[in-house]
C-alpha cells in the first residue's frame, strides 16, 4: 500500500505564495502518477493538476495554469505545489492523491486560506 502525507498549508494574503508537500511511503514504486485536487467549502473536490510519478509533462487545469506548479523529488519520494499569485478563491482544503494500480489513494489534506 501507499500512505500520502500533505504539509504547507496554511494563511497567506491575495497574491502571496505557498508551497505544498506530498510525501508518499509504502510501495511507492507502484505509483503512476501524482494528483492535486481542492475542495472548497461548500463546493466539489475540483481536480487541480497532475505529475506522471516517472517523470513527463505535468497538467493543470485552466484556472491555476501559469500560477501553479507540480514538481517533484522522487528521491525523497515527495511531489510538490508549488502557487503563486494566490486568490481569495483557491482558498480550499488541498488534497494529494496518487493513482494506484487501479486505486487512487488519498492524502488526509491540508488547508490552505487566501485572505483578501
Known amino acids: 500500500q501507499v500512505q500520502l502525507v500533505e504539509s504547507g498549508g496554511g494563511l497567506v494574503q491575495a497574491g502571496g505564495s505557498l508551497r505544498l508537500s506530498c510525501a508518499a511511503s509504502?510501495?511507492?514504486?507502484?505509483?503512476?502518477?501524482m494528483n492535486w485536487f481542492r475542495q472548497a467549502p461548500g463546493k466539489e473536490r475540483e481536480f487541480v493538476g497532475r505529475?506522471?510519478?516517472?517523470?513527463?509533462?505535468?497538467y493543470y487545469t485552466d484556472s491555476v495554469k501559469g500560477r501553479f506548479t507540480i514538481s517533484r523529488d522522487i528521491a525523497k519520494n515527495t511531489v510538490y505545489l508549488q502557487m503563486n499569485s494566490l486568490k481569495p478563491e483557491d482558498t480550499a482544503v488541498y488534497y494529494c492523491?496518487?493513482?494506484?494500480?487501479?486505486?487512487?489513494?488519498w492524502g488526509q489534506g491540508t488547508q490552505v486560506t487566501v485572505s483578501s
Open positions: 505529475v506522471p510519478w516517472s517523470g513527463g509533462s505535468t
Open positions: 492523491a496518487a493513482v494506484y494500480g487501479p486505486n487512487l489513494v
Open positions: 509504502g510501495r511507492t514504486g507502484s505509483i503512476y502518477a
